[in-house]
């Protein structure tokens, strides 16, 4: 059974850096676009980022666009999530999540399209 277990979060001040990893159980991680997305307290969970079977193609939401960076090596069964500039609104529990459907990146950032999540990981940034 595919499993999906994200670490690297924590509480950060305003302005650092994490990087977050969901590692994946499996032999077929690499045949799947894989995202990021995140929830805060009382919010609906919120796309993030969404990465290629092969990691050449990336799309990522307005918010974290040019702050963040996706990333995946499928020798190791692992994507990443770098995390630059962080700031207050940051914070939300990340969770990584695949998706079966090879639809275009930019048709791929609601959480409908995913069909196997992690559990998360708490990303708290203090101003």
């Known amino acids: 059974q595919v499993q999906l277990v994200e670490s690297g979060g924590g509480l950060v001040q305003a302005g650092a850096s994490l990087r977050l990893s969901c590692a994946a159980s499996g032999r077929t991680f690499s045949s799947y676009h894989m995202g990021w997305f995140r929830q805060a307290p009382g919010k609906e969970r919120e796309f993030v980022a969404v990465?290629?079977?092969?990691?050449?193609?990336?799309y990522y939401s307005d918010s974290v666009k040019g702050r963040f960076t996706i990333s995946r090596d499928n020798a190791k069964n692992t994507m990443y999530l770098q995390m630059n500039s962080l700031r207050p609104e940051d914070t939300a529990v990340y969770y990584c999540?695949?998706?079966?459907?090879?639809?275009?990146?930019?048709?791929?950032?609601?959480?409908?399209?995913?069909?196997?999540w992690g559990q998360g990981t708490q990303v708290t940034v203090s101003s």
């Open positions: 999540a695949r998706t079966r459907i090879p639809y275009a990146l930019g048709r791929l950032a609601t959480a409908r399209e995913y069909d196997l």
């Open positions: 990465i290629s079977t092969g990691g050449s193609s990336k």
